[in-house]
Structure formats: C-alpha cells, structure tokens
C-alpha cells in the first residue's frame, strides 16, 4: 500500500520518557516530509503547536479532544463539544468531592484553583490554564453558545471510580468516558473519535486519499478505532494488550523511539 499519511498519538506514544520529542522522532518526521504528519490527541490545540513547532510542519492539520476539534490553520473544520446540560451534572456530581475539574474549550483551558492536579497538567503539557470556578465558566459558556470540548477530571481513584460509574449509568448517550490513568477521566462528546477525525482530515485537505494511505501510531484504548481504521495501524511496544491486538505491527517502545524506528522502516 502507497501510505501518504501519517497521524499519531502523542501521550506515551510519540513523547518519550521526559514527555518531549526524542531528536531521532524529530529526524525522522523531518527526513519524510512533505508526507503530512498529523498529531491527534486528547491534548488542546495550544498543547500540540509547540510539538508541530519542533517538528517545522505548523501548517499539518490538528486533530484535538480525541477528534472534538479539527484544525486545518486557523480554520476549523469540526467542532463537536459536551452539551452544557450534561456539564452542570458532572460539576454537581464533584461539589462534596475533592476531584479536580478541568474545563476545555478550543483554547481555553480553566481550572478552579492551581491546585497539584493543574500543575501537573501545566508541567505534561506546556500549557498554563486560567483560574476559574467551574460554575462560572459554565455561565460564561452558557452566554456565549460554547460548550466544553472536554471535562477532565482528576482525583482520588475511589471517587474516580465512583464518578465514572454514575456518569456512564446516566450519561451513556451524550458522553465517551476514557480512563487514561486510575485517577483520570476524559469526557468527550459520545459522537467524536479519532477515526472520525480523520475522515474529516481527509475529505477537507487530502481529498485523494483514502484511509488505507493513512499509517497511525497509538497505545491506549481510544486509539483502536483509529488503528483498526487505517492502512496500517501500528503499536507502541508499551500499549494496552487490547490495542497490541488489534494493530497490524507492534513497534519499539515509546521511551525507546518506538515512532521513529517504525518511520524509519516503512518509509
């Protein structure tokens, strides 16, 4: 198969152990170019620029939220955010808890206090969130036709478990709940993936290709859609058993160049 395209994951797929871009990835995405290198990630757009920025392919589509938002430059070619119905649930559900709540919309990132949790994410992502309570950035929300792209809750892990499975006997309908960690949950629209994103990337910029020119790279559980989808869908040797199984190849690690060596090997 010709591949024309290459999309990847970037947390504990693409970032090595110290969560930056090795200098043998860097070389590699920069020896095949111009084949687009697409990052797709549950991160917000102002947390992968940086990352296209080493790169030196700023104008490749972004694909943000797990497919939430799609970016061609400045132009968004899909949109798809958390009803704000549903949001006012999952801030009520957290008021006698101490889970963090972490509200995203494009770029806006807000978080109810600096607290260890929004460090945390300031440090992994490079980007700085603004403070403010949850209730209003839902008000302000409200206002303005916006809607969160994605909730991002942080906590104890019995009262993770606890929210995860009251949101998902409730909510199943509206929303995706992703357990990237036992502390975590990512909340996306029900109707957005990674797959989808793609198919948006390339109807809107690479009408010519199909899936089967698409190579991606992943190692969680929101990745085997998009895996199984393409061409060839290949796995960190550190992902998920379910998402090894499912992937057409198995590469290195990502703390040992894993994306770089398949790169090197396909193209």
């Known amino acids: 198969m010709d591949y024309q395209l ?5 947390d504990g797929t693409l970032l090595n152990k110290d969560r930056e ?8 995405v920069k020896r095949v170019a111009p084949i687009p290198f697409v990052l797709i990630s549950s991160r917000m757009p102002s947390a992968l620029r940086h990352l296209q920025n080493e790169f030196g392919n700023e104008k490749t589509p972004l694909i943000a939220y797990n497919g939430g938002l799609v970016l061609n430059n400045s132009e968004v070619l899909h949109s798809t955010f958390i009803k704000n119905s549903v949001l006012a649930e999952v801030i009520n559900k957290c008021i006698e808890t101490s889970i963090h709540l972490s509200l995203y919309h ?3 990132w807000y978080v109810p206090s600096m607290d260890y949790w ?3 994410e300031q440090n992994n992502t ?3 969130p603004v403070v403010k309570a949850n209730k209003e950035v839902l008000s302000t929300w409200e206002v303005e036709g916006k809607g969160a792209h994605k909730i991002m809750c942080m906590g104890d892990e019995a009262e993770i478990d606890a929210l995860y499975n ?6 199943s309908s509206e929303i995706i709940l992703y357990r990237s960690k036992e ?14 994103a793609i198919d948006v990337v390339l109807k809107n910029c690479y009408p010519s290709l199909t899936m089967g020119n698409v190579v991606a790279f992943g190692d969680n559980y929101n990745d085997i859609e998009m895996l199984k989808a393409v061409g060839l869908g290949i796995a960190v040797g550190n992902a998920k058993h379910e ?9 290195d690690t990502n703390k040992n160049d894993g994306v770089a060596k398949a790169i090197k090997e396909y193209f």
């Open 6 to 10: 290459i999309c990847s994951d970037i």
């Open 106 to 108: 494009a770029d806006e």
């Open 118 to 120: 929004a460090k945390r």
């Open 183 to 196: 502390t975590y949950i990512e909340i996306s629209h029900k109707d957005i993936s990674k797959k989808t």
């Open 166 to 171: 009251s949101l998902e006997l409730e909510f």
């Open 243 to 251: 998402v090894m199984q499912v992937a057409d190849v198995v590469t």
């Open 126 to 128: 490079k980007v700085t």
């Open 21 to 28: 871009l090795s200098k043998a990835t860097i070389e590699q």
